[in-house]
Nanobody, 124 residues
Framework: QVQLVESGGGSVQAGASLRLSCTAS????????MAWFRQVPGKEREFIAAIRWSVGATVYRDSVKGRFTISRDNAKNTVDLQMNSLKPEDTAAYYC?????????????????WGQGTQVTVSS
């Protein structure tokens, strides 16, 4: 079992920045692909960004490219999501996810462990 704990959410004005962090409780963190998803009530969870376990290759949702940056620190068992130029449409609960398998790291199906979520609210 891997436990994931997110932090860093909050309420900000449009244009501001937030940094989300996720800490994983596993000795084999470096083997996991890590990702961030978000969900708005009544809608499906959507992929935001992912980073592979091996070479650290990253993938982003088109709407966040150039604004969000995912990074990981295998020594600290953390994965962060730096969010700049936030927009009201970025408002959602953000979830950290970890998975060992899968080629398509932008698919929720390839993630086995999920955090409890952290709320991000962006006002105009």
């Amino acid at each position: 079992q891997v436990q994931l704990v997110e932090s860093g959410g909050g309420s900000v004005q449009a244009g501001a920045s937030l940094r989300l962090s996720c800490t994983a409780s596993t000795r084999t963190f470096s083997r996991y692909n890590m990702a961030w998803f978000r969900q708005v009530p009544g809608k499906e969870r959507e992929f935001i960004a992912a980073i592979r376990w091996s070479v650290g290759a990253t993938v982003y949702r088109d709407s966040v490219k150039g604004r969000f940056t995912i990074s990981r620190d295998n020594a600290k068992n953390t994965v962060d999501l730096q969010m700049n130029s936030l927009k009201p449409e970025d408002t959602a609960a953000y979830y950290c996810a970890a998975g060992l398998m899968g080629v398509n790291i932008n698919s929720a199906m390839n993630y086995d462990y999920w955090g409890q979520g952290t709320q991000v609210t962006v006002s105009s």
